[in-house]
């Protein structure tokens, strides 16, 4: 069996777009992959366009040697766009794999190691009535754990952010939160990185112990000896990871003791060859998976074989839920996708990822890059969204 082509579907979807990637072969076996570079969909198409010459004519089954090639093979190895291209063809080889052997995905991986994939309920939020309305929403359909994903700044038009602000407010109506449901709910937040240390610092003063079991991303990720000297400031978990292109980029979060979960990102990190190893590295530090899933169907899958067959996960992400839906798992364009039970993803036991795509559908809709939105201070200056 050889690779034959390799074509790219930019595609808006819901609130926001994504890149599925179609591998072929002489054999007839086509494999569906994803990248997770929201937003810079294009500069990933164009090293798709880089690597497709390399890789058609190899045997698709050799998913390790493939992976090498792609990322060795230059002299300016990694970063993010490259890792993302290297993702999406990672992700559809193992579809092409799975398909080939008539087995599904996460019995390449060592087999399955749980009978369903447990998840935490993303719950965006602009107003305390909101947070609760949202949280009550999810507890009465069952989900146990709701990472808290704020979006205050929405309410003014202007999309001011200012950090002391926010952390003001989020820490009352958080504070709040804890009151109404009660001590059961597993409760973490997602900062998006838009504190530094000491906001963070005053952030979780604010609230009493016991309010929240997480707190993820609350400062950029670029520099880990930041992460290290808020670490010993502040006593909640953290969970790091999602913008990680490499194992190697995990290593000091995992050795240094810095992230006690590790947001992996199947479809950023490198696929699912290199999830599996950052997988092993924070097993070895007993550090549990939150794995990164923001993204569709795809994605969701490829993460699900993921935590299917590792020993070390906490709970997926997944943003459709009863309290908010997006859309990103649109059924017209993936006909065929995960499906979740409560807050529970069954595992597929289909050849492959278990996905279907509706190629047709994406070829006739013209793709319209989606920009985040940019956050600013009162004073003019730039923040992270
Ligand atoms: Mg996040």
Request: glycine fraction near 8%; hydrophobic fraction near 40%.
């Given at each position: 069996?050889?690779?034959k082509?390799?074509?790219?579907?930019?595609?808006n979807?819901?609130f926001?777009?994504?890149?599925v990637?179609?591998?072929e072969?002489?054999?007839?076996?086509?494999?569906?992959g994803?990248?997770?570079?929201?937003?810079r969909?294009?500069?990933?198409?164009g090293?798709?366009d880089?690597?497709?010459?390399?890789i058609?004519?190899?045997?698709p089954?050799?998913?390790?040697?493939?992976?090498?090639?792609?990322y060795?093979?230059?002299?300016?190895?990694?970063?993010?766009?490259l890792?993302?291209?290297?993702?999406?063809?990672?992700?559809a080889?193992?579809d092409?794999?799975?398909?080939?052997?008539?087995?599904?995905?996460?019995?390449?991986l060592?087999g399955?190691?749980?009978n369903?994939?447990?998840?935490?309920?993303?719950?965006?939020?602009t107003s305390?009535?909101?947070?609760?309305?949202?949280a009550?929403?999810?507890?009465?359909?069952g989900?146990?754990?709701l990472?808290?994903a704020?979006?205050?700044?929405?309410?003014?038009?202007?999309?001011?952010?200012?950090?002391?602000?926010?952390?003001?407010?989020?820490?009352?109506?958080?504070?709040?939160?804890r009151?109404?449901?009660g001590?059961?709910?597993?409760?973490?937040?997602?900062?998006?990185?838009?504190?530094?240390?000491?906001?963070?610092?005053?952030?979780?003063s604010?609230m009493?112990?016991?309010?929240?079991d997480?707190i993820?991303?609350?400062?950029?990720?670029?520099?880990?000896?930041?992460y290290?000297?808020?670490?010993k400031?502040?006593?909640?978990?953290?969970a790091?990871?999602?913008?990680?292109?490499s194992?190697?980029?995990?290593?000091p979060?995992?050795?240094?003791g810095?992230?006690?979960?590790?947001?992996?990102?199947v479809?950023?990190?490198?696929?699912?060859?290199?999830?599996m190893?950052?997988?092993?590295?924070?097993?070895?530090?007993?550090?549990?998976?939150?794995?990164?899933?923001?993204?569709?169907?795809i994605c969701?899958?490829?993460?699900?074989h993921?935590a299917?067959?590792?020993p070390?996960?906490?709970?997926?992400?997944?943003?459709?839920?009863p309290?908010?839906?997006?859309?990103?798992?649109?059924?017209?364009?993936?006909?065929?996708q995960?499906?979740?039970?409560?807050?529970?993803?069954i595992i597929?036991?289909e050849?492959g990822?278990?996905?279907?795509?509706?190629?047709?559908?994406?070829?006739?809709?013209?793709?319209?890059?989606v920009?985040?939105?940019?956050?600013?201070?009162?004073?003019?200056s730039?923040t992270?969204?």
């Amino acid at each position: 069996m050889k690779i034959k082509a390799i074509k790219t579907f930019p595609i808006n979807i819901g609130f926001g777009s994504q890149l599925v990637i179609k591998i072929e072969t002489d054999a007839g076996i086509v494999g569906w992959g994803a990248s997770g570079l929201s937003g810079r969909e294009l500069a990933v198409i164009g090293a798709i366009d880089h690597f497709r010459p390399i890789i058609i004519g190899k045997n698709p089954l050799q998913i390790g040697a493939i992976w090498q090639d792609l990322y060795r093979g230059q002299y300016f190895e990694g970063g993010r766009v490259l890792t993302a291209a290297i993702s999406a063809i990672d992700i559809a080889l193992h579809d092409i794999k799975g398909k080939f052997l008539e087995v599904p995905v996460y019995e390449l991986l060592g087999g399955k190691q749980r009978n369903y994939v447990d998840c935490f309920a993303s719950l965006r939020f602009t107003s305390e009535e909101e947070l609760i309305h949202r949280a009550q929403v999810l507890i009465k359909e069952g989900w146990k754990v709701l990472r808290l994903a704020p979006a205050e700044y929405e309410e003014n038009s202007t999309m001011v952010f200012e950090p002391r602000e926010s952390i003001a407010k989020i820490s009352k109506w958080v504070t709040k939160l804890r009151e109404v449901i009660g001590p059961d709910p597993v409760v973490g937040i997602d900062y998006h990185h838009r504190l530094s240390a000491p906001e963070t610092y005053s952030f979780l003063s604010k609230m009493p112990k016991g309010t929240l079991d997480f707190i993820e991303e609350p400062i950029r990720d670029e520099t880990p000896e930041a992460y290290e000297s808020l670490r010993k400031m502040v006593d909640i978990p953290f969970a790091i990871g999602e913008e990680f292109a490499s194992k190697w980029q995990f290593l000091p979060y995992i050795e240094r003791g810095i992230t006690q979960f590790a947001r992996v990102d199947v479809c950023n990190v490198g696929g699912i060859t290199e999830a599996m190893k950052v997988a092993a590295m924070a097993e070895a530090h007993y550090i549990d998976l939150m794995p990164h899933n923001p993204l569709g169907p795809i994605c969701t899958a490829a993460s699900i074989h993921l935590a299917a067959a590792c020993p070390n996960v906490a709970w997926l992400e997944e943003i459709n839920t009863p309290a908010e839906q997006p859309g990103t798992n649109d059924k017209t364009f993936y006909p065929m996708q995960p499906r979740l039970e409560g807050s529970k993803y069954i595992i597929s036991d289909e050849p492959g990822l278990g996905v279907d795509f509706n190629e047709a559908l994406a070829a006739s809709k013209t793709f319209v890059p989606v920009e985040t939105p940019r956050l600013k201070k009162r004073d003019g200056s730039y923040t992270n969204w």
